[in-house]
């Protein structure tokens, strides 16, 4: 058996259908608590238990004795009726309305409140309570996105939308055994749970054959509960909730790989600084997954009791349970030294410095009160910070220093300078210079996270320099989100390279990887032969299945469109952006995509007039622009074309494309000088760029300028020749 297939621990305790409840096994965390009183008290108090509960009395910490909360020109009231919870704010029809509270949304240090609407929806109201102490600053009501308080009903940010949906944002980590349950004919919700709160079976699987083995009298064998006390095992029950991803489906059997339900995001731009640090609340999961302790086999209950959800020892009382001059004897190749010491943090003992979390745990602040801590453990470095603008944890504290300062500290301490480090190689790929073998060599580097080697898989191929031996060797790899990234990758590669390296990926253990290859693959089907399109087929579907499951987006329609689009089935591909537009009017690439099916089917004035709508939406969208230019171009339309691919370049100068399509038109229309300093401007930006190269090039070359152009088409051949691609100029030209 090859690496790449090595079995993920899987214990299904008990058959789980399509239904919860009793059908499915669930028996309900008051049954556990008959035996586990211990345990059901923990977490009875714990965040979990009151991840989502009933508006009552007791569980509404917010103030609703006529409260008024003011801001961008809006007011909102929060009242009480008798035993019931009302607010009155802007509704989903776009005028102010009165709103029952069905459900509290957690409980420190916000509380959020749960307002059903029509269709099964439950909207999470984006004015929360404060449930910190005055002193601290809370016992109020506060607007979770300040910047977003002005927003107009329709945008999915609006708390009527769909980015504040409960049912497919919030309902399966808040609850036990959910299902969204969505009807997209008839575009409604009947979602349902074992239990409203994240309970004891979210966790421990259903628990009925535990039950029926508690009550028998031969208690050998399989107890019935999922066992937690592998590292993989436990992380498998934890990352579902505790990671940014994407859901593929329901149910999904406590405890499996992750990556058979989820498709979990890599170091993308806009959620994690280019050395992986978090920027965005990404929950947890991708910074942990980083760490050399997670590699190492430290697992969240090695810190966080389970239950309780309280860290098993509080400061560095927690760290130096490891790092002690004694050691673990779980981790033989820890150091044995006294890290609670001024030798080792260099501040004074006792001050905030001196705290393990200040230096490896840097915080970062999200929903405007809740402070949230990076897990990857890492070592300070504000030497990176001067060379690629990442945050660091000296400058977090020492706000009027630079991070010269803090380097030259540390140098001083350590004696040591600065060691060479992956995200400097990420950070040039992601400023137009990348390094194919550099990015490679990470792809392989078995001393990496599986999350930082995938995406340096992801920003080859963005960058269009991957090989077909890059890919395979990924996509053999025992690592799942190593295999995941090169089935991305594929797109990348040559037909023939697509199809042996995609077929092994088709057939998978890991649907998401199964899934990411079928898109991949998909306008290679027409060409296959019979064995290939066989394998083809049932990863094709899982991937229908998926986007169906999340058809309550527009994101999921579109997906569909793009699937069917490189199928050849542009009729299906049409109604699935149609949809998309109409679940999610403010959603433009629909619009886009939508556009280029017009196109091919030679409807161009449809092509435009769905462009022109689109820019309704977003007027500065520079793909719209670029589309709407094209489209204009095809229709003879010259003069609106350039003012519109014009608008494109100015609007996303860090793509290179509209650059580059936008100095051909000009010099396709005589406007050679025009076009020239367009693209000279371009390859300032992206010296890398062989499009703008090769225009470049040929530009030059018809006025004659054969030095210039010579010099151009040396780096357009170099930059060929490094990733094995024949150059599309005849040889002898230039």
């Known amino acids: 058996m090859s690496a790449r297939r090595v079995a993920v621990l899987v214990v299904l305790v008990a058959a789980m259908s399509s239904r919860v409840a009793a059908e499915a096994g669930f028996v309900s965390s008051e049954r556990c608590r008959s035996c586990h009183q211990v345990e059901f008290d923990r977490w009875s108090g714990s965040h979990h238990a009151k991840a989502m509960q009933e508006a009552t009395p007791t569980s509404v910490l917010g103030n609703f004795n006529d409260a008024v909360f003011s801001l961008a020109g809006r007011t909102t009231r929060f009242f009480r009726r008798g035993d019931k919870y009302w607010v009155r704010t802007l509704g989903p029809r776009g005028q102010d309305a009165e709103f029952a509270v069905r459900y509290t949304f957690g409980i420190e240090p916000l509380q959020q409140y749960l307002i059903e609407v029509s269709g099964g929806r439950l909207q999470a109201l984006k004015i929360a309570w404060d449930t910190r102490s005055a002193t601290a600053g809370g016992q109020r009501w506060f607007h979770l996105a300040p910047e977003e308080a002005a927003l107009a009903v329709g945008d999915p940010f609006h708390w009527t939308g769909a980015l504040y949906n409960w049912n497919s944002q919030c309902g399966f980590c808040h609850s036990t055994a959910f299902e969204k349950s969505y009807d997209a004919k008839r575009d409604v919700y009947a979602s349902k749970w074992a239990e409203i709160n ?165 915080e970062r602040t999200y929903m405007v009160v809740d402070d949230r801590r990076d897990h990857g453990f890492r070592i300070p470095r504000p030497d990176l910070s001067q060379m690629i603008g990442t945050p660091n944890a000296c400058n977090q504290c020492h706000t009027d220093k630079t991070p010269e300062w803090a380097a030259s500290a540390i140098r001083e301490w350590t004696g040591r300078g600065p060691t060479a480090h992956w995200s400097e190689v990420i950070a040039a790929s992601r400023r137009g210079n990348p390094s194919p073998a550099g990015l490679a060599e990470m792809v392989s580097d078995r001393t990496l996270a599986a999350i930082v080697r995938a995406s340096a898989l992801d920003e080859l191929a963005n960058a269009g320099r991957v090989s077909a031996a890059v890919v395979t060797k990924a996509g053999n790899d025992s690592e799942p989100f190593v295999r995941a990234a090169a089935a991305r990758a594929l797109d990348s590669l040559a037909p023939p ?146 003012a519109e691919l014009a608008a494109a370049s100015t609007a996303a100068p860090e793509v290179a494309r509209y650059a580059y399509v936008y100095g051909v038109a000009l010099n396709s229309s005589g406007r050679g000088d025009e076009a020239l300093a367009v693209l000279s401007k371009a390859e300032r930006a992206h010296p890398r760029d062989i499009d703008v190269l090769t225009a470049l090039f040929s530009f030059h070359r018809e006025r004659g300028d054969m030095a210039k152009a010579k010099t151009y088409l040396e780096r357009v051949n170099q930059l060929r020749q490094e990733t094995r691609k024949p150059s599309p100029l005849p040889p002898g030209e230039g």
């Open 198 to 362: 994240v309970a004891c079976e979210a966790c421990h699987g259903p628990g009925s054959a535990h039950v029926a083995w508690a009550g028998s009298e031969n208690k050998t064998g399989d107890n019935g509960l999922l066992p937690l006390s592998k590292a993989r095992a436990e992380l498998n029950v934890c990352a579902p909730c505790h990671s940014r991803r994407t859901q593929l489906g329901e149910p999904h059997p406590v405890g499996d790989p992750l990556m058979d339900g989820f498709d979990p995001s890599t170091l993308r731009p806009g959620l994690y600084f280019e050395d992986g640090q978090i920027l965005e609340e990404v929950y947890v999961w991708g910074s942990f997954v980083q760490s050399r302790m997670h590699r190492k086999g430290v697992r969240c209950g090695d810190c966080h009791e389970p239950h309780g959800l309280r860290l098993r020892a509080e400061g560095n009382a927690l760290c130096v349970t490891c790092h002690n001059p004694g050691g673990n004897k779980r981790f033989a190749s820890l150091a044995k030294l006294n890290y609670d010491s001024a030798q080792h943090h260099h501040h004074q003992s006792g001050s905030d410095g001196a705290r393990c979390v200040s230096c490896h745990m840097p």
């Open 497 to 642: 390279e697509r199809t042996t390296a995609g077929v092994l990926l088709l057939r998978d253990p890991i649907r998401a990887v199964r899934i990411e290859a079928a898109r991949s693959m998909a306008d290679l089907v027409p060409s296959m032969k019979a064995e290939d399109a066989g394998v083809f087929a049932p990863a094709g579907e899982e991937y229908r299945r998926a986007q169906r499951f999340n058809s309550n987006r527009p994101e999921g329609h579109y997906n569909l469109g793009s699937f069917e689009s490189r199928l050849g089935n542009l009729g299906k591909a049409r109604v699935s952006y149609e949809k998309a537009i109409e679940v999610g009017a403010y959603f433009v690439p629909a619009y886009v995509n939508l556009a280029d099916v017009h196109r091919v089917e030679g409807r161009e004035v449809e092509c435009e007039k769905t462009l022109r709508n689109a820019l309704v939406v977003d007027s500065e969208n520079a793909a719209v622009r670029h589309s709407l230019g094209l489209s204009l171009i095809r229709q003879s339309r010259t003069k609106e074309a350039l």
